[in-house]
């Protein structure tokens, strides 16, 4: 190793090593066997009923169409920001041209089958127009309402509305 970058260390300063023989040794071969995974076979019953009945989804419908399903906590606003209670939620942004629509407006919250709304507040407030008889709840900030399907909720001037697909 000459070369002009390489530094010979002086002699007696690194230690001999002794193990650095070329003699190769056959391990004897392990007699283990390695755990085999098999994921449980359903019931007859519930593989039937789940090929029939696909998993029903909320979704919030916004005007123009796009439909944003609801899994787990969803944010909308005009520029939402994760907070609180709600750090891993998913945020969706609205053009709101009259700007009605808070920062972070809402949340829509998916809970087993359930689906609630919560008014973050907001400086507009949020409506639930019940789709069964037409009737309006003005909600209170920080406390969840549930949602059916059809409810049209009301961000400000800014309406979406609510399905079970």
């Known amino acids: 190793m ?9 002699p007696h300063l690194i230690p001999p090593r002794h193990d650095t023989g070329t003699e190769t040794a056959k391990v004897p071969a392990r007699e283990r066997s390695l ?9 007859p019953a519930a593989a039937s009923a789940g090929a029939a009945a696909p998993a029903r989804q909320w979704r919030i419908v916004l005007p123009g169409g796009r439909a944003v399903p609801v899994t787990g906590t969803v944010l909308v606003g005009r520029n939402p920001v994760t907070f609180g209670a709600w750090t891993d939620a998913e945020l969706v942004a609205v053009d709101d041209p009259a700007a009605s629509v808070s920062k972070t407006h809402a949340a829509f919250e998916a809970d087993g089958g359930a689906l609630s709304v919560t008014d973050a507040h907001s400086t507009n407030g949020v409506v639930v127009v019940v789709a069964e008889d037409a009737r309006e709840r003005e909600l209170t900030p920080g406390e969840p309402t549930p949602l059916a399907h059809g409810d049209v909720v009301h961000l400000g001037r800014f309406s979406v509305r609510v399905e079970l697909s």
Do not use: G
Not at 35 to 43: D, G, L, N, R
């Open 2 to 10: 000459e070369s002009p970058d390489f530094i010979v260390p002086p």
């Open 35 to 43: 755990p085999v995974f098999a994921p449980p076979s359903p019931p």
